[in-house]
């Protein structure tokens, strides 16, 4: 259950019917006054619901104070021996969080305090410019060549989370062999969070240090990762297969990447560019022909086009596609070598910081 400090006094807030009641009984004996701020469940900012924390603290009678009441509180407090390291505190309560938001996740409670600071934006050291394509054989390939792996800590513990329910399933609900049974499966859902977390923002901080520009697709992930099942006048088609793509597509954490880096490459003084990614599978970025054809396969990409037949992995093709495509965004125009039978060399802007990782052949 997720707590959330309301954002606005009680005197301005729409309770109704018990909610209401008490309240005014609260008011009444002196425990919070009009311009109190409440807690609520998450969900009802307007203050539809009291926190059961909240509400069993005030009908204790322990007294909620508001602004004006804490900073008077502060002065007193800095008078007292037992409270002398208070003396360095200002006398007025810190304003600046913009939102407090307390969670539990298993056991363990956790407090975030949002807060706003002016901060200037530095020059990004790298004047590189790179194009990466999400997926899910590779979690992302860059135009110049690297890749990193996919995460695999979801296929890795599948196997033991589904057999975990199957017993969750069989025992009887609220027992204490089923509450054992869900802290076990909680901490299992946990660590898998944690480590897909931890993963991507290792690589959302590598490429933040190390690349002035990213681009990446715009990717309706919503949209990719819905269900196939339809309805009974109109079923729908590989519903078992599109659920496994859903599954790995969800489990990839695309749209928590896409977060992490885009607040990081501004921290850094760069910037994250989405494109739309239209045709960026099946282009050739040699000769620009487009055809469904190039891409015969899901690994490699083989243009049909007549005396081209540029060949190469196909994620690889589809990341310098994204790039061609931000660059055309920022005025740069096209903005790659030709050179080797293979086709494209590193492309303009590639950092070369890092040793490249192999190119997988055809038959990848």
Not at 174 to 179: D, E, L, P, Q
Not at 233 to 241: C, F, L, M
Not at 255 to 276: P, S
Not at 306 to 320: I, P
């Given at each position: 259950m997720n707590l959330v400090f309301c954002q606005s006094p009680v005197n301005k807030l729409k309770y109704k019917g018990k909610v209401r009641q008490q309240i005014k009984a609260w008011l009444k004996s002196g425990v919070i006054d009009n311009n109190t701020f409440l807690e609520t469940e998450e969900g009802t900012p307007q203050g539809g619901v009291i926190s059961?924390?909240?509400?069993?603290?005030?009908?204790?009678?322990?007294?909620?104070?508001?602004?004006?009441?804490?900073?008077?509180?502060?002065?007193?407090?800095?008078?007292?021996?037992?409270?002398?390291?208070?003396?360095?505190?200002?006398?007025?309560?810190?304003?600046?969080?913009?939102?407090i938001t307390i969670s539990k996740r298993g056991k363990h409670w956790f407090v975030s305090i949002q807060v706003e600071i002016d901060r200037e934006i530095p020059r990004h050291p790298s004047d590189s410019i790179v194009g990466g394509d999400l997926g899910i054989a590779r979690f992302l390939t860059l135009s110049n060549q690297e890749y990193y792996e996919p995460i695999s800590i979801f296929k890795k513990l599948k196997a033991k989370l589904a057999k975990l329910q199957k017993k969750l399933a069989k025992k009887e609900k609220f027992s204490n062999r089923w509450r054992r049974l869900k802290s076990k499966?909680?901490?299992?859902?946990?660590?898998?969070?944690?480590?897909?977390?931890?993963?991507?923002?290792?690589?959302?901080?590598?490429?933040?240090?190390?690349?002035?520009?990213v681009i990446l697709e715009d990717l309706k992930i919503t949209n990719m990762s819905s269900s196939a099942k339809g309805t009974v006048e109109n079923p729908g088609k590989n519903v078992k297969q599109k659920s496994g793509l859903n599954r790995a597509i969800l489990a990839q954490g695309w749209g928590e990447f896409i977060r992490q880096l885009e607040y990081k490459l501004t921290w850094h003084g760069g910037q994250l560019i989405q494109v739309n990614p239209k045709n960026t599978s099946r282009k050739c970025p040699k000769c620009n022909y487009i055809s469904a054809e190039n891409r015969k396969?899901?690994?490699?990409?083989?243009?049909?086009?007549?005396?081209?037949?540029?060949?190469?992995?196909?994620?690889?093709?589809?990341?310098?596609?994204?790039?061609?495509?931000?660059?055309?965004?920022?005025?740069?125009?096209r903005g790659r070598l030709l050179g080797s039978p293979q086709g494209l060399v590193n492309p303009v802007g590639s950092s070369l910081e890092h040793p490249l990782k192999s190119q997988p052949t055809d038959g990848a």
């Amino acid at each position: 259950m997720n707590l959330v400090f309301c954002q606005s006094p009680v005197n301005k807030l729409k309770y109704k019917g018990k909610v209401r009641q008490q309240i005014k009984a609260w008011l009444k004996s002196g425990v919070i006054d009009n311009n109190t701020f409440l807690e609520t469940e998450e969900g009802t900012p307007q203050g539809g619901v009291i926190s059961p924390l909240l509400k069993e603290r005030l009908n204790a009678k322990q007294s909620c104070l508001s602004y004006a009441g804490l900073t008077k509180e502060l002065t007193q407090w800095k008078k007292e021996e037992d409270l002398f390291f208070l003396k360095q505190v200002h006398s007025q309560a810190l304003q600046q969080s913009l939102n407090i938001t307390i969670s539990k996740r298993g056991k363990h409670w956790f407090v975030s305090i949002q807060v706003e600071i002016d901060r200037e934006i530095p020059r990004h050291p790298s004047d590189s410019i790179v194009g990466g394509d999400l997926g899910i054989a590779r979690f992302l390939t860059l135009s110049n060549q690297e890749y990193y792996e996919p995460i695999s800590i979801f296929k890795k513990l599948k196997a033991k989370l589904a057999k975990l329910q199957k017993k969750l399933a069989k025992k009887e609900k609220f027992s204490n062999r089923w509450r054992r049974l869900k802290s076990k499966i909680t901490k299992l859902h946990i660590r898998i969070a944690d480590t897909r977390k931890d993963y991507l923002h290792k690589i959302s901080s590598e490429l933040s240090k190390n690349h002035a520009v990213v681009i990446l697709e715009d990717l309706k992930i919503t949209n990719m990762s819905s269900s196939a099942k339809g309805t009974v006048e109109n079923p729908g088609k590989n519903v078992k297969q599109k659920s496994g793509l859903n599954r790995a597509i969800l489990a990839q954490g695309w749209g928590e990447f896409i977060r992490q880096l885009e607040y990081k490459l501004t921290w850094h003084g760069g910037q994250l560019i989405q494109v739309n990614p239209k045709n960026t599978s099946r282009k050739c970025p040699k000769c620009n022909y487009i055809s469904a054809e190039n891409r015969k396969t899901q690994a490699v990409f083989c243009c049909q086009q007549n005396n081209c037949n540029y060949t190469a992995n196909a994620d690889y093709v589809g990341s310098l596609n994204v790039r061609e495509a931000g660059l055309a965004l920022l005025g740069l125009g096209r903005g790659r070598l030709l050179g080797s039978p293979q086709g494209l060399v590193n492309p303009v802007g590639s950092s070369l910081e890092h040793p490249l990782k192999s190119q997988p052949t055809d038959g990848a």
